[in-house]
């Protein structure tokens, strides 16, 4: 028998992994074989396989043995590209939108949407793209992005591609969601779908954990797996292919991400930054954001429980935070910052969560939780900063840009982010110098991408109705 043969017989199979699994005390997640029928354990074969036992050890022992640093770090605040009204602000931007135009008009820039993540705050059934957020239209979170992209493609007479990331949980769904819309008018060869990996979860003591009896607990491993998902699945030679030097990543959640932003695009491209991040002002020192700043020196994110109360209270000369700067996690990625990352065998700090996860308990019966009793592992995409040569933080405005729907229902929910829409269209509105009626209202990406293109467009009969449903 061939190798090949030899490797695909259950048993064989079986018999390389067994030690392994005993040597890292995780031979418990083979209790039910000999109950499991040929496809099922074919499947919990073709899961373990997957698994890089060693990295998992060495993941759950960073995590379960992280203890509080003998000294805390230094924080500093991070130096931004402030936002401003002055005729010197506004020159700034006006030369960094040219940068970013003409890299836009040379097709030189990707949009990055990372969507894999499951969305358990929000309880939604499909994946969060799906999620109706338009007050008028019930426009999609897909929609708002990929309406995006198409207008820029359109306002830039450029072929711009659009790589969109899923977990295996929703990537039928989310490819689904892209058929039924005739992929929102944009060109489907522009659109890619990638599938980011996956981790196990584990118990306290780092034990492997089923969901079924032939099945292990996974979950995506965090939007810092998109590294390594854009290389495994192609896309990144795809986007040299193409001639990409920019990555534009934002996440689905936030449909007022202004997806291709010139000035930002022109920001990081005339710094020769790696890796660049939007930032808004913080609305008070106890907001639960992370905050950009230096941590010993490097620059990264102080996630909230970390930064002191005092420090998160101080103010600067002009009576604004000084530690301000919240992270709304939309990043420029300069693709040779990729390469560098991956060809240095990235390894991304590993992150803790403990949730609840019902799982298969010795007896065969399955439990659901109502403690957490799992820690699930995940990458972040921000713990990429510190190692970025150089590294743009721009602020812009809050009430444009950033609309988070993270929650059903309180902060950050579809309700916030629907007054927001609408917010904006009122402001649209009044600076066309137009009454502002009551009630939802909602500019379409396709109409207008901004406040400038909006009163502009308004005066034109050709550029479709405000609403242009999704
Ligand atoms: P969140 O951190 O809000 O996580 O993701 P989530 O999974 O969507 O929601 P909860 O925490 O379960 O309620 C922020 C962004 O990162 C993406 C999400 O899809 C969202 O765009 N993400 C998150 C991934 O693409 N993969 C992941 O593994 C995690």
Same mark, same amino acid.
């Given at each position: 028998m061939s190798d090949s043969l030899a490797a695909t017989d259950p048993g064989t199979r079986l018999a390389a992994l067994r030690p392994r699994l005993a040597d890292h005390g +995780?031979?418990?997640?083979?209790?039910f074989w000999d109950e499991l029928d040929d496809t099922e354990r074919g499947i919990l074969l073709d899961e373990l396989e997957a698994l890089d036992l060693e990295r998992l050890a060495t993941m759950v022992a960073e995590v379960t043995g @992280? /203890? $509080?640093?003998?000294t805390a770090p230094a924080l500093e605040p991070a130096a931004l590209i402030e936002l401003g009204d002055s005729a010197a602000h506004r020159q700034r931007d006006a030369e960094a939108r040219e940068v970013g135009e003409s890299l836009l008009r040379a097709g030189k820039v990707a949009a990055f949407l990372v969507a894999?993540? +499951?969305g358990t705050r929000l309880?939604?059934?499909? &994946?969060?793209? @799906? =999620? &109706? #957020?338009?007050? #008028? /239209?019930?426009?999609?979170l897909f929609a708002y992005h990929s309406h995006r992209v198409l207008a820029a493609c359109r306002r830039y007479d450029a072929e711009l591609p659009y790589f969109v990331m899923t977990s295996r949980a929703n990537h039928d769904d989310t490819v689904a969601a892209f058929h039924e819309a005739g992929f929102?008018? %944009?060109?489907?060869? %522009?659109v890619t779908f990638l599938t980011q990996g996956m981790l196990p979860a584990v118990d306290r003591d780092g034990r492997l954990l089923l969901a079924e009896r032939g099945r292990l607990a996974l979950s995506p491993d965090?939007?810092?797996g998109c590294f390594t998902a854009l290389e495994r699945s192609g896309a990144l030679d795809d986007m040299a292919r193409r001639g990409i030097e920019q990555v534009f990543y934002f996440q689905v959640?936030? &449909?007022? $991400?202004?997806? =291709?932003?010139p000035v930002f695009i022109g920001h990081h491209a005339l710094a020769g930054a790696e890796m660049s991040t939007k930032v808004v002002p913080k609305s008070?020192?106890?907001?639960k954001v992370g905050v950009l700043g230096l941590i010993d020196g490097a620059l990264g994110v102080i996630e909230y429980s970390d930064l002191d109360p005092a420090l998160a209270a101080e103010r600067d000369d002009e009576g @604004?935070?000084? =530690?301000? $700067?919240?992270?709304?996690a939309i990043h420029m990625i300069a693709l040779s910052f990729i390469r560098r990352l991956l060809s240095g065998g990235l390894s991304l700090p590993v992150h803790r969560a403990d949730k609840q996860v019902p799982s298969v308990a010795p007896d065969g019966t399955t439990t659901a939780p109502s403690e957490p009793n799992a820690i699930k592992l995940e990458m972040f995409v921000f713990d990429a900063l510190p190692l970025a040569a150089r590294a743009v933080t721009q602020e812009v405005r809050r009430e444009d840009e950033f609309a988070p729907v993270?929650? $059903?229902?309180? &902060?950050?929910s579809p309700a916030t982010a629907r007054d927001l829409l609408v917010g904006q269209a009122r402001r649209w509105l009044a600076a066309a110098g137009l009454s502002v009626p009551d009630g939802p209202l909602e500019v379409g990406p396709l109409f207008a991408l901004d406040q400038d293109e909006f009163v502009a467009n308004l005066v034109r009969g050709d550029v479709g109705p405000i609403y242009d449903r999704a």
């Open positions: +995780q031979e418990h997640v083979l209790r @992280r /203890t $509080a640093a003998a894999g993540g +499951q309880g939604y059934d499909g &994946p969060k793209g @799906r =999620f &109706p #957020v338009g007050p #008028v /239209t019930g426009r999609s929102f008018g %944009l060109d489907p060869d %522009l965090g939007h810092g959640d936030n &449909p007022l $991400a202004q997806v =291709f932003d008070e020192p106890g907001e @604004r935070l000084r =530690f301000r $700067a919240g992270n709304i993270k929650n $059903a229902g309180g &902060p950050d």
